[in-house]
DNA sequence: TCACAAGTTTGATGCGGGTCAAACCAACAC
DNA sequence: GTGTTGGTTTGACCCGCATCAAACTTGTGA
């Protein structure tokens, strides 16, 4: 929790502090603050309390209704984001990895939106919220977080039209090939992964149960798409994964 | 009426010139760009390229894929915004009427990330992109702009947790809620509206047929929740229909 | 005004995926 | 090691919603 983190960030104004080029060094490269922007590079991370927060498998980074506190950039592993539906049922909304931004939604009115739970080890950046105000003073800065906001919003979008659109198949299709895709951005193979969640977890991401996450993932391996063995998975075709998405079936 | 609203707007500034007033007299209120921002309603029409844009119904305000020239603010009437799906299929991904910003989400890369059609006879203001970015040099504006796409990102995060979840009745119980309150806040009534959407429109936003949809209005109207009549819809027991949300089955 | 297109309602039928169940396996605590 | 818990796989069954169809209503444009 936000808590615990210690802040030893320097006392003088913050956002034009010279650099430990930390994030510079970051693995998560241009991908946290992407393309374009250097300097944010140069200011983020010296705005962290702690430049080497860890949480372990299962610990929350937030929880859904607390008031912000910070914003947090992925150094690290994997989060779920989960939102508590009326009836009290819990849904995921999304899966995050090295490079990328959460509690933005929370900026909205001040408390988290959804719950974040590490999936695995992770190290994160935790940027105070004051200072993360005072960073988005300076107008490059302001606008790249807009940035991320607007892209956040297409994917979401996207995501939520495709649930409802999509069959089960073409959901698990879709679902490999977005981990395929960001695994190759982030400099890993396209082709082999480890799924670093449960078939629960993505079947209440994509809006279906675990046994038929598990099914479709067996028939795509009967067919010789994929390779699967427990959460090792292996994509033998993707053009043809890709097909998947455009047949209706 | 003038002087007030020229005390709190430096006149050399263009972006903070003295304003026609016509935000403030705007029906859209404090809806458009919401409390504890006064501010705002005095900078942002005078941005727009025309304060009386209007639209008839079924044109498009903008189009997926296009180069992003503006922001919109809704004025009056409704909006469909859609998506295409990879499979060439069109996904509506929301409803939008007064008050409420359009376009936001193509500040991601430039160029809008949805199609917007009108509903109905529309007006909107159209913000110039350059004229809109000057106004986020300023810091209020700044971020209220990141509240409205925190709401956006929550808002729409909510609706594919719930569009994988819940069942017909569910989602069309909840549709109807979502349009009675959002009604309410515009000061109409909360218990009688007209729906500015098809059947087919509104199975499109849930992810369900045009059929179910019709069929599960059908049904709340038999059991006494609603009267329907075409696109004429009153809510008699609010409270029996918010009782379908948490019902599972 | 009429004519045609689009939207709506209701019924009949079938399938995709949810539900229930059982066996198996991996991770972890002790 | 052994027990326990949670995840995975596979099968059997069935229900909710999609699909197909037909009749009807509403809207729109000439």
């Known amino acids: 929790m936000a808590d615990v983190?210690?802040?030893?960030?320097?006392?003088?104004?913050?956002?034009?502090?010279?650099?430990?080029?930390?994030?510079?060094?970051?693995?998560?490269?241009?991908?946290?603050?992407?393309?374009?922007?250097?300097?944010?590079?140069?200011?983020?991370?010296?705005?962290a309390r702690d430049s080497r927060t860890r949480l372990r498998r299962g610990e929350r980074l937030f929880n859904i209704g607390d008031r912000q506190t910070d914003v947090y950039a992925v150094k690290a592993g994997f989060f779920k984001t989960c939102m508590r539906l009326s009836d009290g049922q819990e849904t995921i909304v999304g899966f995050h990895t090295m490079g990328e931004v959460l509690g933005l939604a929370g900026l909205g009115n001040g408390n988290y939106s959804t719950h974040a739970v590490a999936l695995s080890d992770c190290e994160v950046c935790a940027i105070p919220l004051n200072k993360f105000e005072k960073?988005?003073?300076?107008?490059?800065?302001?606008?790249?977080?807009?940035?991320?906001?607007?892209?956040?919003?297409?994917?979401?979008?996207?995501?939520?039209?495709?649930?409802?659109?999509?069959?089960?198949?073409?959901?698990?299709?879709?679902?490999?090939?977005?981990?395929?895709?960001?695994?190759?951005?982030?400099?890993?193979?396209?082709y082999e992964f480890v799924l670093f969640m449960s078939r629960k977890e993505i079947g209440?991401?994509?809006?279906?149960?675990?046994?038929?996450?598990?099914?479709?993932?067996?028939?795509?391996?009967?067919?010789?798409?994929?390779?699967?063995?427990?959460?090792?998975?292996?994509?033998?075709?993707?053009?043809?994964?890709?097909?998947?998405?455009?047949?209706?079936?």
């Open 204 to 249: 209440s991401f994509l809006g279906l149960t675990f046994e038929t996450v598990g099914r479709t993932l067996s028939y795509f391996q009967s067919r010789g798409l994929i390779t699967v063995n427990g959460k090792n998975v292996r994509l033998r075709d993707i053009s043809a994964l890709q097909s998947q998405l455009i047949h209706t079936t």
């Open 135 to 190: 960073l988005l003073e300076h107008s490059t800065e302001s606008a790249h977080v807009r940035v991320l906001m607007a892209r956040e919003i297409a994917r979401i979008e996207s995501h939520a039209a495709v649930i409802g659109a999509y069959s089960a198949r073409q959901l698990v299709a879709r679902f490999l090939l977005d981990i395929s895709a960001r695994w190759a951005e982030r400099g890993y193979s396209k």
């Open 5 to 47: 983190l210690k802040n030893n960030t320097p006392a003088r104004d913050p956002v034009l502090m010279p650099l430990p080029k930390a994030c510079a060094q970051c693995a998560c490269g241009k991908l946290c603050f992407p393309q374009a922007l250097p300097n944010v590079y140069q200011t983020l991370l010296p705005l």
